[in-house]
């Protein structure tokens, strides 16, 4: 059974930092394409970033500069630090694997993160 289970969301004041983290289980993790994605109320779930089997990342545009993702195989894990972060990344954060080749897609349950002060 395949499982993404997203931790580290939560309630921080814009400027501040906080750390996504993505557990994977019952896939072979070096072989999927990890990503974030986040989705708020009434807009369409976007993509946030990405981390290939070898390492290289895509960021969106909004994001560059000040979020980055990171993958850990030892652990199965896939993280996002997240700095500066401002009002506008409010919203639901889901983790994504993606097995290119057999083309299998798999989403985590979403983890809330609120800027606010």
């Known amino acids: 059974q395949v499982q993404l289970v997203e931790s580290g969301g939560g309630l921080v004041q814009p400027g501040g930092s906080l750390r996504l983290s993505c557990a994977a289980s019952?896939?072979?993790?070096?072989?999927?394409?990890m990503g974030w994605y986040r989705q708020s109320p009434g807009n369409q779930r976007e993509l946030v970033a990405n981390i290939s089997i070898d390492s290289s990342t895509v960021y969106a545009d909004s994001v560059k500069g000040r979020f980055s993702i990171s993958r850990d195989s030892a652990k199965n894990t896939v993280y996002l630090q997240m700095n500066s972060l401002k009002p506008e990344d409010t919203a639901v954060y889901y983790c994504?694997?993606?097995?290119?080749?057999?083309?299998?897609?798999?989403w985590g349950q979403g983890t809330q993160v609120t800027v606010s002060s």
């Open positions: 019952g896939i072979i993790f070096n072989r999927y394409v």
């Open positions: 994504k694997a993606r097995q290119i080749v057999l083309n299998l897609v798999y």
